[in-house]
């Protein structure tokens, strides 16, 4: 019963609102639909602005581990663990601590996916096994099981925190390992949180000019 007289109230709202007057109806119909297409622009804005920053991230990720993985290539050849880690180290130096553009951390595996040198050595240590650093790692173990043709890959395990960018390093006819670039998505949320205000106010605005005249028009109408 409370069910039904709950349906029957909502239903008896709806058939005021359609038996109103064109004065208000006008109006009212009109302003719900500057609202609603308002919002929904907003929200493509939004999601528009997540997706371009983190195309540029990934972009500039895999530049930048073109680049270093060329430098490793030699360096790994003949096991130079200190070059290998300062050329991962270099990108850190300097750094602003919240810019998306900036890796949480890198680290090099070997084609048995074994740490060979990392940028956090106390939470990703030399000589371990990948899938053993935690469930993120393990699942990131996984996807460059699968990569045969070694190949740059954007990897982002489900449920995680982190997406990770990789780059072979390799020359023709051999191959000494994967650079691993990881970014937590978290550093996004400022730049996105700075873009959805622009586009709420931006919202509002529209709003505060568009309704007004809506209003106008629909009395004079």
Known sequence: KP??????RLSGA???MFDLS???KLPIWGSLIIVTTSL???VVLMLRAYGDLKATVVISAQSMGRSMAVTLFPVMLHDNVWGAFKIISAPFQGAQQKN???AEAIFVIT????????SQPQHIPMLANLSTLGPDYSQLDHALSLN????PQVIEPPGSSHFFVTVPIAQPGAWEGTLVMAYANSVFYPWFFDSMMHAVLL???????LIPINWYWAQRM
Do not use: C, D, H, W
Request: hydrophobic letters at 45%; glycine letters at 6%.
């Open 22 to 24: 064109f004065r208000f």
């Open 203 to 209: 919202g509002i605005l529209v709003l505060a000019v």
């Open 111 to 118: 084609p048995q996916r074994r740490i060979y040198v990392s």
């Open 100 to 102: 998306p553009l900036r």
């Open 14 to 16: 709806m058939q005021r």
């Open 40 to 42: 929904s622009m907003s």
């Open 3 to 8: 069910l039904v007289n709950t349906e029957g």
């Open 148 to 151: 045969r043709k070694q190949v």
